[in-house]
């Protein structure tokens, strides 16, 4: 073979591989450059590079936006559907990994230009001030106007792992999968798992989160401040002259980081970006800052804190909020909120949100000699007076919620009685006990048994469960709540022989996506029955047998649920603002064995702070 013909099968053999590799990251678009059409995976393509992604995305489906939130990493935690609410907009959250007013300054100007944004909000936290224009943040060549061809040909002919990265993730996706850090549509984070991680006291959080106990370096400048506010400034002007709002606000942060930047430079910062424009100001040693529990890690503020900011910016009174947290500055005001911005609650005052609330768990009360896990009316009626004398007050797991969402004030000693299953002596035995002694508690009822005698079609004979019918004039009285114990998922192994399914796992052999539309469909069933009964919303959730998984509890809380209770015992903590803290909660089992004293007094030592 002559050397020319070698060098021009070469040649072919070189432009064939470039064209593969070319064809091979547009297709499979990892950066979500390309519109992705292959794989329509683009929570893949923002966790992989937000930067270029969003923008992807945007011109993928642009007439779904007007409206932009344009900022570091913390403000992925402002849900969207909130600032829709507050501005009557339809927002996307353009948060970017590592913060830079440079590129944030580009990033409206291109928003304001292409899309047409009515509103432009920027959130900061003060990491932005120590550096401006970071080469290390590459945006997207029609953000920062450098060459377009050149941009997308170094995204075609990228490393071909990244592709096949993306194919092999695919593969193994699954609800919960790694790589879904943002929300497609809004542009936020995806948080069900931090969203449903279960939290309550400090003490046990703090073991789970070391993090939050170590020291930081601190930093002895802040060299950007002026660059900084020159560019808040230019945003500000860009937006009055497209006709655009503007909203600049600062985010909250925990005390460690806070502790890390100088005092002299804050306040130098403040003053000059007072005089740029007004602001709203969530940072500072408020209680928020003193929580640990309020954050994920020690860099970022939770969804639960995200919404605080909003309320607090639409005057939403209706969501508790601290009264130290959220402030709109201005000239005639900065004086003031700097010398109250360094003297906020001691780290030491972190617990004072949250109260501890037990939860009993009874089944069955029964009219004659107590058997198995059923309690003797008499016992029954002893307990609840020890309770009431020794100053326990009942309280439904709505008013729970209310305190948790809203701050609406506890007993001071609350306690919430459950009864599993949805017996019918619930009514006929419980019900007039506890209005006697004006109590009040939680019935967890089994969809499919609710007013059954026999076990569905098996025709075996099982202790009567009361109807709903039955239920109604207890439920309207305030004696009894009635939430979900699943339609059809607290199964017998010994009377389900042919479709046995352990609690709410999933059956074996059963893949994600059958498990998934199984347990919603119940969990539908289960709420409908109830809610179309009584006309009262199912809030609670109690696992059969206690059993549940990451997955469930994600599932129950994008279907709305706000509470589930397992069967794991001990004392809950629960935190105003905080829903995370009424997750899984504990119960302590009460029995025939267990007397009126000895359950006041395990009472008491759980309610002992540590």
Not at 283 to 301: L, M, T
Not at 403 to 412: A, D, N, S
Not at 484 to 489: E, K, V
Not at 528 to 547: C, F, Q, S
């Amino acid at each position: 073979m002559s050397f020319g013909k070698y060098l021009y099968i070469l040649i072919v053999a070189m432009l064939l591989c470039t064209v593969s590799l070319a064809c091979l990251n547009a297709v499979i678009d990892p950066f979500g450059l390309f519109g992705d059409k292959l794989l329509n995976w683009w929570s893949y393509n923002m966790t992989q590079n937000p930067r270029t992604a969003n923008i992807g995305w945007l011109d993928h489906c642009r007439e779904e936006y007007d409206s932009y939130i344009i900022g570091c990493s913390k403000t992925g935690s402002l849900p969207v559907e909130l600032l829709n609410k507050h501005y009557g907009a339809r927002f996307f959250n353009m948060t970017m990994y590592s913060g830079d007013l440079y590129e944030m300054e580009m990033t409206a100007r291109y928003l304001l230009s292409k899309y047409g944004a009515k509103h432009i909000v920027v959130s900061i936290s003060f990491a932005e001030l120590l550096a401006y224009n970071n080469e290390d943040n590459v945006p997207h060549a029609g953000v920062d106007g450098t060459n377009l061809t050149k941009f997308y040909a170094g995204y075609l002919l990228a490393n071909p792992r990244y592709a096949l990265e993306k194919l092999a993730a695919y593969r193994k996706a699954s609800h919960l999968n790694p790589n879904r850090i943002f929300d497609v549509v809004t542009g936020a984070y995806y948080t069900a798992l931090r969203d449903t991680e279960p939290i309550g006291a400090l003490d046990e959080y703090l073991q789970k989160h070391p993090s939050f106990t170590r020291e930081l370096k601190k930093h002895t400048a802040l060299p950007a401040v002026d660059a900084c506010v020159e560019s808040i400034a230019r945003i500000k002007d860009m937006c009055c002259e497209a006709g655009s709002t503007f909203t600049f606000m600062i985010s909250p942060m925990f005390r460690s980081e806070l502790d890390t930047f100088p005092q002299d430079c804050l306040e130098d910062f403040y003053r000059k970006v007072s005089a740029v424009t007004d602001f709203w100001d969530f940072s500072g040693y408020h209680s928020v800052a003193s929580e640990p529990r309020y954050f994920h890690d020690i860099y970022h503020h939770r969804n639960a804190v995200g919404v605080m900011v909003l309320a607090r910016m639409s005057g939403d009174t209706s969501v508790y909020v601290p009264e130290d947290f959220g402030l709109y500055v201005t000239q005639d005001n900065i004086e003031t909120r700097l010398e109250q911005y360094f003297h906020g609650p001691a780290a030491s005052d972190t617990n004072q949100n949250d109260r501890k609330v037990p939860v009993l768990m009874y089944h069955s009360i029964s009219d004659g000699e107590p058997k198995d896990f059923r309690v003797s009316a008499k016992t029954f009626d002893s307990q609840l007076k020890a309770l009431k004398d020794a100053g326990y007050e009942t309280i439904t797991f709505a008013r729970l919620i209310d305190f948790v969402e809203r701050g609406t004030p506890l007993p001071e000693k609350p306690l919430i009685i459950t009864f599993d299953d949805g017996y019918a002596n619930v009514i006929t035995i419980a019900a007039p006990l506890l209005a006697q002694h004006s109590m009040c508690a939680a019935a967890n009822v089994i969809g499919v048994s609710v007013g059954k005698d026999t076990y569905k079609d098996t025709g075996r004979p099982i202790t009567p469960h009361f109807s709903l019918e039955d239920a109604a004039p207890w439920v309207k009285a305030g004696v009894l709540e009635i939430q979900s114990h699943s339609f059809d998922m607290h199964r017998v192994k010994e009377l389900d022989t042919t479709d046995y399914r352990e609690g709410v796992y999933p059956k074996p052999g059963e893949s994600e996506e059958q498990y998934i539309a199984a347990f919603r469909a119940d969990v539908q069933a289960s709420c409908k029955l109830i809610e179309d009964a009584l006309g009262t919303p199912v809030l609670a959730y109690t696992y059969p047998y206690g059993l549940y998984t990451d997955l469930t509890e994600v599932l129950l809380w994008e279907m709305g649920i706000k509470t589930t209770v397992s069967v794991v015992g001990g004392v809950n903590t629960v935190i105003r603002g905080l829903p995370q803290s009424l997750r899984t909660l504990r119960r302590c089992g009460v029995g025939e064995c267990t007397s009126p004293g000895e359950l006041v007094h395990h009472l008491e030592g759980l309610m002992i702070d540590d």
